[in-house]
């Protein structure tokens, strides 16, 4: 099959090696679109890093051979081509779309698709996944559409694990798709008031799309003192949040973020953490025990996040064309990894391995 495929800091379109044979329990789906995602990124800015924060962390879903090709992409969506024996939930010709895992039929060991030198991801004709992560395709949502529930419902999943109520409100800091998601969320979930702080001006315009109050270009505002400044002045939007909290949703994944946030927010917040980055990063633990602030990197119960974000999407609750910024065949991967390492008008680049979309 065709793939556009990564080694030593370069893609090269190339003939790879079909997915392996289906387990029981097992789809293989014909990839019509698949989005770039941040941990992408990463992966093809320091592929040896990635693996090795992963092993250390005793994280095999995101284990492989970094001196071996791997195909990229996880945020897929596509057509059914062949089902497993004890598939019963699906069809071939179903459009589907999911989560991209995948239980190694040998080793019985699950990984995430694209960071496996076996079991390839979605920039590549075709995709081998789990049954148990995949979803249909809502009738009249396009699967361009369809692939942003992965990312999206990052912000569902981290917005329930936070434990916010309509009396706290939401400080969501980078406004990528994940950063989006959550301010989606949160509006969702009754917040308050939502600050988002986003210093690329088309991401800011988006923010406002999907529903943030208050938009702040960090590098003119501090955006923790706004949200003091309107407490402070018994500001309509948050004249009656004492009996709630700030919870900051760290989705931009800048070193030195997390300290930054210790130092600053309101005594009592949370922070929640859906973009950690690859680094090192110092903090001074007594700081957070000072301000009585509660770290998550992910910690908790939720409910359906994914199935949430698709309905979403497919009833038009989020305006999905917006947040696509590219479309790119496999020949144009390489410049799309380029672009958005920069991202300054680029939120989400689609992927079209078969060269164009449904």
Excluded at 83 to 89: E, F, L, N, P, T
Excluded at 167 to 189: F, R
Excluded at 281 to 289: C, K
Excluded at 303 to 330: F, K, N, S
């Amino acid at each position: 099959m065709r793939a556009a495929q990564f080694l030593e800091g370069q893609f090269t379109v190339a003939e790879v090696e079909a997915p392996p044979a289906l387990g029981s329990w097992q789809i293989r789906i014909d990839v019509v679109a698949c989005g770039i995602c941040g941990s992408d990124l990463s992966v093809s800015k320091d592929p040896c890093r990635f693996v090795g924060v992963a092993h250390a962390a005793g994280y095999p879903l995101a284990e492989f051979d970094a001196e071996r090709p791997v195909v990229l992409g996880h945020e897929y969506a596509g057509v059914v081509a062949e089902i497993g024996s004890d598939v019963a939930d699906f069809a071939v010709g179903d459009r589907v779309a999911g989560i991209g895992l995948a239980t190694d039929t040998a080793s019985g060991i699950p990984t995430i698709i694209g960071y496996s030198n076996t079991y390839h991801g979605a920039f590549g004709e075709q995709i081998v996944v789990d049954a148990y992560w995949v979803r249909k395709v809502p009738d009249g949502l396009s699967l361009d559409h369809a692939t942003l529930a992965e990312p999206l419902h990052v912000g569902e999943m981290h917005v329930q694990q936070s434990g916010l109520t309509a009396s706290d409100s939401a400080l969501v800091i980078g406004c990528g798709t994940i950063g989006l998601g959550a301010i989606v969320a949160a509006k969702a979930h009754g917040a308050r008031v939502v600050i988002a702080s986003e210093p690329s001006p088309a991401r800011r315009e988006l923010a406002k799309l999907m529903g943030a109050d208050i938009v702040v270009d960090p590098t003119e505002q501090d955006p923790i003192a706004v949200w003091n400044a309107l407490a402070a002045d018994g500001n309509s939007l948050v004249s009656e949040a004492d009996s709630g909290i700030l919870i900051a949703y760290e989705c931009s994944g800048r070193a030195g973020v997390l300290n930054e946030l210790l130092h600053q927010l309101p005594f009592n917040s949370r922070i929640q953490v859906l973009a950690a980055g690859f680094a090192e990063e110092t903090i001074i633990p007594v700081v957070g025990q000072f301000r009585r602030i509660a770290v998550n990197f992910g910690h908790g119960n939720y409910q359906e996040p994914y199935d949430i974000t698709l309905r979403r999407l497919a009833d038009g609750e989020i305006d999905a064309e917006a947040l696509i910024t590219g479309r790119v065949g496999l020949d144009g991967v390489a410049e799309a990894f380029t672009a958005l390492r920069s991202p300054r008008e680029h939120v989400k680049i689609i992927v079209h391995p078969r060269g164009s979309a449904d």
